[in-house]
């Protein structure tokens, strides 16, 4: 029953990701505040790059929100500061 | 897939390693960023037993790659010293 669907409101939107980052060390990252139940970080299917973006799945909403406080503008890697939201649905806000 | 059940194994809360020192520009001896947010928001909700140096514990476990330790861990170490 466990499908392979992400449930929103136990991801996180993580922006400003430099390319260099790779999907190892966003888990490594979000690990230390909450066990990691599933990254997703998409790649340009021309160039093979990663998009600057990435969503971080945890086991329950509670730890999005946690990663959301914790993590946004806390932590810069590779010089960029990485930004943390819930990604709850609601993509585009006024 | 295997890469992430790797992952799954190696990494663990409270160890930070080479790479990710690297990109974070982090010195050994300094407390990771968000460290400083556990003292702010109190700790994570899914570790109830992390113990973090210079937070809820003492600094010099700061030592190489390690700054906490869920508290699972920590107890066998006590439970084998005593």
Redesign the interface.
Known sequence: MDGSSTVPANTVYVGNV?P???K??L???F?????VAKIRYPKDKVLQTHQGFAFVE???P??AE?AS???NN??????RTLKVRKANGASSSP | ETKWSLMEKEKRPGTIGKDLRTALGLPEGKLPPWCYKFKELGMPPSYPGYKVAGINWDISNLRGDVYGTLGTKLKTQRESEL
Do not use: A, H, M
Not at chain 1, 31 to 35: E, V, Y
Not at chain 1, 74 to 79: A, E, N, P, S
């Open positions: 430099d260099k980052v790779s190892e060390l888990y490594e990252l690990l230390q505040i909450g066990p945890f086991n329950s509670q730890d946690y406080k914790c993590l806390t932590v810069r890697l590779y010089d």
